[in-house]
């Protein structure tokens, strides 16, 4: 069940939390249920090369700050994200920085809640 919270603001200039994992500088902030982060990839950053698994199996939704990146899905449809790309990216895909800038993106929740929460196709099946 959701947690109720009323009128509420944080910044990323004081994370609640912050994490260096994979070569990614995550930010984090705790905001009622729902975690919303600040994610820093390296140019020339890979999932498949630099987390340790060849597909990402998390649901994520968010908003692509600078750089560009793109998010490869099951199927081989690749999304190209940009400065000011809203998405969606269900589990099973992998994903990869391009350019010589680092892509900043901005995302809301995370993995299987962000899945329920966006009612995003597939991801049910992976997180039963």
Not at 10 to 17: G, H, L, Y
Not at 23 to 30: C, M, P, S, Y
Not at 80 to 95: K, N, Q, T, Y
């Amino acid at each position: 069940m959701s947690t109720p919270i009323g009128g509420t603001m944080k910044s990323f200039d004081k994370p609640d939390e912050h994490i260096t994992k994979g070569g990614l500088e995550i930010d984090i902030l705790q905001v009622g249920d729902m975690k919303v982060k600040r994610v820093t990839y390296r140019s020339g950053w890979k999932f498949s090369k630099d987390m340790g698994a060849p597909k990402c199996l998390d649901t994520h939704v968010g908003y692509t700050v600078s750089g560009h990146i793109i998010a490869e899905l099951d199927d081989g449809t690749q999304l190209e994200l940009s400065p000011g790309s809203v998405f969606v990216i269900p589990p099973g895909h992998d994903a990869w920085v391009t350019g010589d800038q680092p892509c900043v993106i901005v995302q809301f929740d995370e993995g299987e809640s962000a899945a329920r929460r966006f009612n995003v196709a597939g991801a049910a099946a992976k997180a039963a």
